[in-house]
């Protein structure tokens, strides 16, 4: 009996063999996913992106860099680590990964640094981030992005539960959909858009999707529009979309076309400024929508807003229910946790090319960190839930001249206009909205260096002394 049923054994074996061979795979091989689609990511970039690859034909596969956090250690020693890697960063094409920890499912940040992503690399990437549970920034730098992945990619930020920070940067998108990025739905904090060539059209999307007087966008903080000839039109537009934002904190604009036309615009916001004759309209309309609805407290429409310091905001403050206590600590935490992300720059030979790219970004993000340290309650982090209304019905609107004034944006707190092309004209409108600003909230910096008139002009001095007094990055600690 036992023979017989060894042979039985060796049969079935035999059997399974040969059908293993016709399907090209060993009796103990592990059946792959037949397509692209029925693969499921493991959450490992250096599994997941290859396999991926394969499963699309892609011939030739960037490599997977990966990068564990640098251990407690002096920075000279990071610095020695990083200049030995600089040159594997740069030499070929690669997808570099940054983890939190030495867990291979922990990656943090991706980067794709100067080499054309195609619409299959893409398509990678778009399917493999939803599965990178820890993902908080996506770098993109001369990569080649058109208008449809920029597209494709809004969907994909959307499931990535985490993904805080994109740059795109250095690639020119015909149909200038950076605003995708800046929707009133998006989770996004902190956006870099330096170097598109998006001009005065780009600005204009973004300036709507910044604000308009229905809708703003509820999270982002930090916003860079460096190196992306936006002129005076443009920055009016941006100027426009500030005028209902009370989310941002930080705006780049340097190195741009902006004359005095476009700076007066951005001097008006910051004090108080006049409403459109569509803006009243607006104003009235919702006016009867809140008096329809029989509630005086909530107005229908409101644009909600950062949690800001008591001592930088005196707006109306309205103390949140116990319904919506839950997601306002949601919505703080996810700002702290994007809020500090750090950015590194590569030392060695293409060390100057990294830091160039990260040059704009690790200003923002330090002096964040630094406000938070010296705000008596830390942005975004205090206990008190605040909530500002749409800025039309809940500040107090004065009529004067025959016209209705409101005050202006006391939540930009970073406005950098350095590299432009504003003369000693605009100074005393920038002046005027500062001392209209006074202990209220506002700007912290403002950075007008590099423009067109001397530095000792006189309301350049007393710019200057007066955001000495303000801003935490130079005040003693």
């Not at 950076?178 to 204009?204: F, I, K, P």
């Not at 979309?241 to 340097?254: A, D």
């Not at 409108?429 to 909230?441: A, I, N, P, R, V």
Request: net charge neutral; aromatic share 4%; proline share 4%.
């Amino acid at each position: 009996m036992s023979r017989e049923r060894h042979k039985e054994k060796t049969d079935k074996a035999n059997a399974e063999d040969e059908a293993s061979k016709n399907r090209g795979q060993t009796p103990n091989s592990k059946l792959p996913a037949l397509t692209f689609d029925e693969y499921q990511c493991s959450g490992d970039v250096e599994t997941d992106f290859p396999g991926l690859c394969a499963l699309l034909d892609i011939k030739d596969i960037p490599t997977v860099i990966t990068r564990q956090p640098a251990p407690s250690t002096t920075e000279t020693e990071g610095e020695n680590s990083r200049k030995l890697n600089a040159a594997a960063f740069w030499s070929t094409p690669c997808l570099q990964v940054e983890l939190e920890n030495e867990d291979p499912l922990s990656a943090k940040k991706l980067k794709i640094l100067g080499w054309k992503v195609d619409e299959q690399i893409a398509r990678v990437i778009q399917k493999m981030c939803p599965s990178l549970s820890k993902l908080q920034s996506l770098q993109c730098w001369q990569a080649g992005l058109t208008d449809r992945m920029v597209v494709s990619l809004m969907d994909t930020v959307s499931r990535c539960s985490n993904l805080r920070a994109v740059t795109l940067e250095g690639n020119h998108l015909p149909e200038r959909s950076y605003h995708l990025l800046l929707s009133e739905d998006s989770a996004l904090t902190h956006v870099s858009l330096r170097n598109n060539r998006m001009g005065d059209e780009g600005a204009q999307l973004i300036g709507s999707a910044l604000s308009t007087t229905r809708s703003a966008n509820k999270n982002l903080l930090s916003l860079n529009l460096a190196f992306n000839s936006i002129g005076d039109a443009g920055a009016t537009h941006i100027a426009q979309g500030l005028r209902f934002n009370r989310g941002l904190l930080v705006l780049s604009l340097c190195n741009n076309h902006i004359g005095d036309s476009g700076a007066a615009h951005l001097a008006a916001i910051l004090g108080e400024f006049a409403l459109t004759h569509e803006e009243v309209v607006e104003r009235r309309k919702m006016l009867l929508e809140r008096t329809h609805s029989g509630d005086s407290e909530q107005p229908a429409d409101r644009l909600p807003s950062v949690a800001r310091s008591s001592s930088l905001n005196k707006g109306r403050k309205r103390e949140t229910s116990k319904k919506d206590e839950k997601p306002a600590a949601n919505k703080e935490k996810s700002h702290k946790r994007s809020s500090d992300i750090k950015t590194q720059s590569k030392g060695g030979k293409h060390g100057g090319q990294e830091k160039l790219l990260n040059a704009q970004e690790v200003p923002e993000t330090r002096f964040l960190k630094k406000y938070k340290d010296k705000s008596s309650t830390a942005l975004t982090e205090q206990g008190e839930s605040v909530e500002i209304l749409n800025p039309l019905l809940d500040q107090p609107v004065q009529y004067r001249d025959g016209e209705l004034f409101l005050p202006g944006n006391r939540t930009l707190v970073s406005l950098d206009l350095a590299g432009n092309r504003i003369t000693t004209k605009s100074l005393p409108l920038f002046l005027t909205s500062l001392e209209m600003q006074g202990e209220g909230g506002g700007l912290l910096r403002l950075c007008l260096q590099r423009n067109r008139f001397p530095p000792d002009c006189e309301y350049f001095v007393k710019i200057t002394e007066q955001m000495t007094l303000r801003d935490p990055l130079k005040q003693n600690s």
